[in-house]
């Protein structure tokens, strides 16, 4: 960046397609005990300046996040065409991303999606609704359709997106989250017509897999941030290096972590149940190239992935607790 703006929510990411997507996306897994709560989560953000909403099918939260914009546009707070909104089709809907599109844009009470993501590279065995959206064996292990190590079938659910994108206006750009290099080595030379404008990853300052954020770069795909505090009870705040620079530009330690990516020309998607918390977390300090460096230099010596579930194995993540194929 040649500037390094004070606001987060101003600052936009030029896609390959011509695009653009807002550098700070607010996402949207819903509290177990009060998925509705989406619904003013998504108020608040928009009204404190958020104009990238993640969502996805298998969250759960598409119905609240549709009444939350019906609200937002009846109030004249935005326009639709104000807002970039992100979509996702589960492994278990691998053979019908249309449909699980046209459920999602329902739920959302919209007509299009900015940007459309395969979730997972694997093909797990969903019925005709995606159901089961977690299909298991007796012993607990997930049912697929196709191997999760070699296995291809996931490219066909990209190339049912790319003719999404052909031939109708439901969906403006398309991508892939989860997507390490032995799968985008696998998949990328099978692209039909529209490369990936996004992969979406855990990343923080724990976890820096840059030779994945390289290699992404390399090719024009943007990369996206999730779980930038590293999951449930936001283990990277407690880095003391980041409580240092927090003190030091007077912001939050959740603003250094998402300045983190965004001073490094990353998206990243932030969450919060806490509505004060989503209103006092879109500050961008003018972190120095040093300061970003020792955030990184955090991950090199002691890599920790917090998000290590069923879903990635096999898939050649490396630091996937649990899995030896992880780091192939």
């Known amino acids: ?38 619904k003013d989560q998504v108020i608040a953000a928009v009204k404190e300046g958020y104009r990238h909403i993640d969502t996805a099918w298998y969250y759960g939260s598409e119905k609240y996040i549709g009444e939350a914009l019906k609200e937002l546009f009846d109030e004249g707070v935005v326009k639709r065409e104000d807002l970039f909104i992100t979509t996702k089709v589960w492994p278990s809907f691998w053979h019908s991303p249309e449909k699980s599109l046209d459920i999602s844009l329902k739920d959302l009470g919209i007509d299009y999606v900015d940007l459309f993501l395969q979730h997972w590279p ?115 705040l407690e880095i003391p290096l ?5 003190k030091k530009y007077m912001v939050t330690p959740n603003e250094i972590a998402e300045a983190y990516h965004i001073l490094n020309n990353r998206g990243v998607i932030s969450r919060s149940a806490n509505l004060s918390r989503i209103k006092t977390i879109t500050r961008l300090p003018r972190l120095t190239e040093e300061e970003l460096k020792q955030l990184y230099q955090v991950g090199v010596e002691d890599p920790k992935r917090y998000n290590c579930s069923s879903y990635g194995y096999g898939i050649g993540f490396r630091w996937w607790d649990g899995h030896s194929l992880c780091n192939l």
């Not at 960046?1 to 819903?30: F, Y």
């Not at 996931?154 to 892939?176: A, R």
């Not at 976890?207 to 990277?236: F, T």
């Not at 980041?242 to 927090?246: H, Q």
Request: glycine content about 8%.
């Open 1 to 38: 960046m040649t500037e390094q703006l004070d606001v987060a929510t101003s600052v936009k990411l030029q896609l390959s397609n011509g695009r653009t997507i807002p550098a700070l996306g607010l996402g949207t897994i819903p509290p177990d005990d009060n998925p509705g709560s989406v």
């Open 122 to 236: 694997i093909a797990l065995h969903g019925n005709d609704n995606g159901q089961p959206t977690t299909p298991k064996n007796a012993d607990g292990s997930l049912v697929y359709d196709d191997d999760p190590v070699n296995g291809t079938k996931y490219i066909e659910t990209y190339h049912k997106m790319e003719d999404i994108l052909d031939n109708n206006l439901k969906v403006k750009s398309i991508g892939v989250s989860n997507f390490s290099i032995h799968k985008l080595e696998q998949f990328l030379p099978e692209v039909r017509s529209y490369k990936p404008v996004v992969n979406q990853i855990e990343l923080h300052p724990q976890l820096p897999q840059q030779d994945l954020v390289d290699y992404c770069e390399s090719r024009g795909i943007v990369i996206v941030a999730y779980s930038p505090l590293g999951g449930n009870g936001a283990p990277v």
């Open 242 to 246: 980041i409580n240092e620079l927090a």
